[in-house]
């Protein structure tokens, strides 16, 4: 993942989010909720992902795209920032973000 970077930032609500970007630029995966503590958004970034489940689907355009849930409580922690013409091009995205299937 040397390619990527993690940001943790503030939202317009002043909660904590973290976002993975790529060296291009773009944003690659992200949060799904913010967090009013700074330790919370990173403790959910680096979690392990081996225990999430994840989901993938296509969105109402035909595009494919997923998202993580956490197998803890069933709330949503990850997600795609984009949608992907390929299933294998949302599964790659995904492994960046941690999925290991």
């Given at each position: ?78 997600k795609a920032t ?20």
């Open positions: 993942m040397a390619d990527y970077t993690l940001e943790i930032y503030k939202d317009k609500k002043g909660e904590f989010r973290w976002r993975r970007t790529a060296s291009n630029g773009e944003i690659v995966g992200a949060s799904s909720e913010g967090y009013k503590a700074r330790k919370d958004a990173e403790a959910n970034a680096s979690r392990d992902t081996s225990k999430d489940k994840w989901e993938f689907y296509k969105d109402k355009a035909g595009q494919f795209r997923w998202r993580a849930f956490s197998t803890a409580n069933g709330r949503q922690v990850g984009e949608a992907f013409a390929s299933s294998s091009g949302c599964k790659n995205n995904a492994r960046i973000n941690g999925f290991k299937g």
